[in-house]
């Protein structure tokens, strides 16, 4: 007679209970490959170009200084691709090749769309004679530069944009009380800066102390300049307290000035403190 220890698990049992695991787990298996194959065989048919074509391109943010069918033919050659085709990566640098385009994001909208996002650039300077400056100091090469903006121009070396903008900015607000804007400000190698108002007078900064020069200009401007102002043609303020001017020369009478005024003597040599 055969005993068995209490609570031993006759053998028969354990088989039993390891042939059902294995066979859930075969049955596990195949369904994960059956839903695999449909996987593979559902991507396949979504991928298909006859699948899921590419119908509508919206755009929103549009920058002013493109037209409407330029934008629209950087994406055109996608419309009727299969929607899951299209390299968006791809899409975002062709966008971003625009000088007038600063950022782009690219969503696609089932069944049938393409959402784009743009963020335009924002010009605020002419940069030299061939280039615009936009509100982050980067200098960029648009195809045509817009005439007739009421931007500065400023030149000055590309490394040295985000100084020379500040510069400006800081430069505007000071002549702004006289009710005076900036035509041009210069940067050369050297770190002098010269500056043009609109009535064509330059006003020679130098290298150091700029704000402190010009409101030097600033004081001098309403009782000294102004009076005699189509007659100046530039005011040096490279000095430690005064200013030199430069006027306008005229050979005969000829070319005076449509009033006759003549410029005074004493302002002529002015050396203003």
């Known amino acids: 007679m055969f005993r068995r220890n209490k609570g031993a ?10 042939r059902a695991r294995r066979g ?18 559902s991507l396949r048919w979504l991928s298909a170009p006859e699948q899921l074509p590419l119908r509508q391109i919206s ?10 069918s330029a934008l ?22 062709r966008l971003l090749a625009e000088p007038w385009i600063v950022a782009a994001e690219l969503q696609r909208h089932w069944p049938d769309g393409l959402a784009v996002h743009l963020q335009a650039r924002q010009a605020v300077a002419y940069w030299g004679e061939g280039a615009l400056l936009d509100v982050d100091a980067q200098v960029f090469y648009p195809a045509k530069i817009p005439a007739g903006k009421p931007w500065p121009r400023l030149y000055g070396s590309a490394d040295k944009a985000d100084e020379l903008l500040q ?41 150091r102390d700029g704000l ?6 600033v ?21 430690p307290d005064g200013a ?27 050396a203003v403190r």
């Open 24 to 41: 859930r787990q075969w049955t596990a298996a195949l369904m994960v490959a059956l839903l695999a194959a449909i996987g593979v065989q």
């Open 212 to 217: 402190t020069r010009l409101q030097r200009f």
């Open 167 to 207: 510069s400006y900015q800081v430069f505007s607000r000071s002549l702004s009380t006289l009710g005076l804007v900036i035509e041009t400000l210069h940067w050369d190698q050297y770190g002098n800066r010269r500056l043009t108002l609109p009535s064509g007078v330059t006003v020679e900064l130098g290298s």
């Open 219 to 239: 004081t001098l401007y309403p009782d000294v300049l102004q009076p005699h102002l189509s007659e100046l043609a530039a005011v040096d303020l490279r000095y």
């Open 59 to 68: 755009i929103a943010g549009q920058p002013s200084q493109m037209s409407t």
């Open 9 to 18: 698990t006759p053998r028969f049992k354990v088989v039993a209970k390891q």
């Open 72 to 93: 629209q033919g950087l994406l055109e050659d996608q419309l009727g691709r299969n929607l899951l085709s299209l390299d968006l990566a791809e899409l975002q640098q």
């Open 244 to 270: 030199a001017l430069r006027w306008v020369e005229w050979p005969d009478d000829d070319s005076l000035p449509a009033d006759g005024s003549r410029v005074p003597q004493r302002l002529r040599h002015l």
